[in-house]
């Protein structure tokens, strides 16, 4: 169990927040229904920091699980009774829809508080954990920022955000783990730290370490990108690089810590750093009830705090104090569409925790397999519920972000504001018919962004808003017939049309494609369609559902080839040295590569669309053996583009594909 005695830790970081006076001798008088929701969220109690002695493990309690917010996590024990695996797909929602709770009926309410169970801490240890937490020796109080022009969009909304970003490592890591750092012993500090992360985490474990005066070892994998291991020992944290995956540094970081004694500090399931994390639930009720002014808010207004969810640490450190406190404030969390692990595991009746079979990179703050097991446990007692976003959406709300606040967000500090957006515009009805008004605030949870990235953000961001649409337009091969679609999709020069991209190659056939993306209204649109229709031979079609078409096609100029037995796959990779190459000569010595297309998003995994010529039978049955080693022994995932009709349809149309 969690003890609490007095320490020189004092109560300095609640002197920093407004109102948090301690007073009185425990918590039980405090009744779930109070403060009502225009209090200002103020707990006058007594409480104590926990015992260092008691409260710290070592490293060989670590809790097994994973340990980054990086997307090659996979340590889930698949041959465990409490494991369970899926897909990212096994359970679709629609945007802004609300996964399902499994331990709880429909439109139920979480009940905010729990027990303690196999020696972790009940609601009411968290509650005195993150009040007495130490974070503020590293961290500060991070501003929460109207997004002005986002929030003129949505005339039944504010939209604020929690300024993670802002922290001296840009990320909402240090908190917890100084916090973790700042229960141990001094015979643990004395015997060192170690971590193993390719991201914020380890940037965060760097940091404490400096100010606690204990050594910090940080594992990172082989392909970490240069610019985050110079940032971690710019802090002085000691870089050891190994593995070329995430889960072989991991491996290495948890057989290092055994056999030199060093603490192993967890990037999320640990109660401690779940305490630390917490501090910025603190932060959002004492920052709301400053904008209150002390004055009653309107009974129609809902606050709703929405937060990116990997591993869980955030989510459950916010949740559990907010519903503590503020029970009436809706606690959302948000996952990409392809790392959603956190709300399949909450969707459950039982209590086992899903593991993803692959997972999306793009957002690899967050892009886990599996959620940890005390993070569960306090998620579905304290969520409402999680959102799940696409790419192309995250890369929308980092342009909004930007927009607003002239700040660059990575993929996974984007996320909470992307199910935000989607969020309130399924409920727009509803808002106007009731008159509710939210108050929604999104945590920017983290600024270290690749540069590179920048430019597939770019690309997908009109996209994710819907401002931009793609279309493929074939139209007959005879001269005049290309300025003749340009003068009506244009309508002569004098329509509202803005072509963001146009594509068009002279084929020697009958008839060729145009490939274009257009941003306009929608009237607009459907009258340039209309245009486009008044020549019988035009055949157009909207691909703007299609990633394929997103991420490859549009970059692909020129007519189409029908090749007898053409296949298109898409191939995932990791980012490495060598990898692409190994690909190559594993796949073309026995097939007709017919085409290929790579282009670098920045993140630890390459894709590729490539072409191939498998003749029906023997020869496709040896691909699909020859694709299922390259995922089984070298990480690679594949897909056949042949099985989904959307993509098959935009593959005829532009590549002949048949």
Request: proline content about 4%; charged content about 25%.
């Amino acid at each position: 169990m969690y003890t609490y005695s007095k320490s020189n830790h004092g109560l300095t970081p609640h002197n920093r927040h407004n109102g948090h006076v301690l007073r009185g001798t425990s918590l039980k008088g405090l009744k779930r229904n109070q403060p009502s929701h225009h209090d200002l969220g103020v707990v006058r109690c007594r409480v104590s920091a926990p015992d260092k002695s008691s409260a710290s493990s070592s490293a060989s309690a670590s809790p097994p699980h994973d340990d980054d917010e990086n997307n090659n996590n996979n340590n889930a024990h698949p041959g465990s009774d409490l494991i369970v695996e899926a897909k990212p797909d096994d359970i679709p929602l629609e945007l802004g829809q609300l996964g399902p709770i499994g331990h709880r009926n429909a439109n139920s309410k979480p009940a905010g508080n729990f027990d303690a169970s196999n020696s972790k801490p009940s609601s009411e240890e968290y509650l005195r954990m993150v009040l007495t937490s130490n974070v503020y020796d590293v961290a500060h109080e991070s501003a929460l920022d109207k997004l002005h022009r986002l929030s003129e969009r949505y005339p039944h909304a504010d939209i604020l955000m929690k300024r993670e970003d802002l922290q001296s490592v840009f990320s909402f890591k240090l908190r917890g783990a100084y916090n973790k750092m700042a229960s141990l012993t001094a015979e643990e500090l004395a015997r060192g730290v170690i971590c193993s992360s390719a991201g914020n985490h380890a940037q965060g474990v760097a940091l404490s370490a400096k100010r606690l005066g204990t050594d910090a070892l940080i594992a990172m994998p082989t392909n970490t990108p240069g610019i985050k291991v110079e940032s971690v020992r710019r802090l002085g944290g000691n870089v050891h690089l190994v593995g070329e995956t995430y889960d072989a540094c991991q491996a290495w970081a948890k057989t290092t810590a055994e056999e030199q004694g060093r603490v192993y500090v967890h990037p999320f399931d640990d109660p401690h750093v779940i305490a630390g994390q917490g501090t910025v639930g603190l932060e959002i009720l004492t920052q709301l009830g400053r904008a209150n002014g002390n004055t009653k808010s309107a009974d129609t207004t809902q606050d709703v705090i929405f937060v990116p969810v990997g591993g869980g640490g955030l989510i459950a450190g916010i949740a559990t104090y907010v519903k503590a406190l503020r029970p009436d404030v809706l606690v959302v969390g948000v996952e990409p569409s392809g790392a959603n692990a956190m709300m399949q595991s909450l969707a459950r009746s039982d209590d086992k925790r899903v593991v993803l079979s692959t997972v999306d990179g793009f957002c690899d703050g967050v892009a886990v397999r599996t959620p940890g097991d005390e993070t569960l446990r306090v998620a579905r007692h304290t969520v409402d519920g999680i959102v799940t976003v696409p790419t192309n959406r995250v890369c929308a709300a980092i342009r909004d972000a930007f927009d607003d606040t002239r700040s660059i967000l990575e993929p996974a500090g984007a996320v909470a504001l992307a199910g935000c957006k989607d969020w309130l515009a399924s409920r727009a009805e509803e808002a106007e018919e009731k008159g509710i008004r939210y108050r929604c605030v999104c945590i920017s949870s983290g600024a270290n962004v690749n540069f590179s990235r920048l430019r597939v953000v770019s690309d997908l961001a009109d996209l994710g808003d819907r401002a931009e649409r793609l279309f493929v337009t074939r139209i007959d091969e005879t001269p005049g017939s290309f300025l003749s679609f340009v003068r009506d999709a244009t309508d002569n020069g004098e329509g509202s049309v803005d072509f963001s991209e146009f594509k068009y190659r002279y084929h020697p056939g009958s008839s060729a494609n145009i490939f274009y993306s257009v941003k306009c209204r929608t009237d607009d649109r459907e009258a340039m369609l209309e245009r486009i229709a008044r020549n019988d031979g035009r055949v157009t079609h909207d691909l703007s559902g299609s990633d394929v078409a997103a991420t490859h096609l549009r970059h692909i100029v020129g007519g189409k080839e029908r090749i007898p037995f053409e296949r298109f796959y898409q191939f995932q990779f990791p980012e490495r040295p060598g990898t692409l190459l190994q690909f190559l000569e594993t796949v073309a010595p026995a097939y007709n590569i017919t085409l290929f297309h790579y282009r670098s998003s920045g993140t630890f995994e390459a894709n590729i669309l490539i072409g191939l010529q498998v003749s029906p039978g023997a020869q496709e049955s040896e691909l699909e053996s020859l694709c299922q080693n390259l995922m089984d022994e070298h990480g690679f995932k594949m897909r056949n583009l042949m099985d989904d009709a959307t993509e098959a349809a935009g593959l005829e149309l532009l590549l002949g594909a048949t």
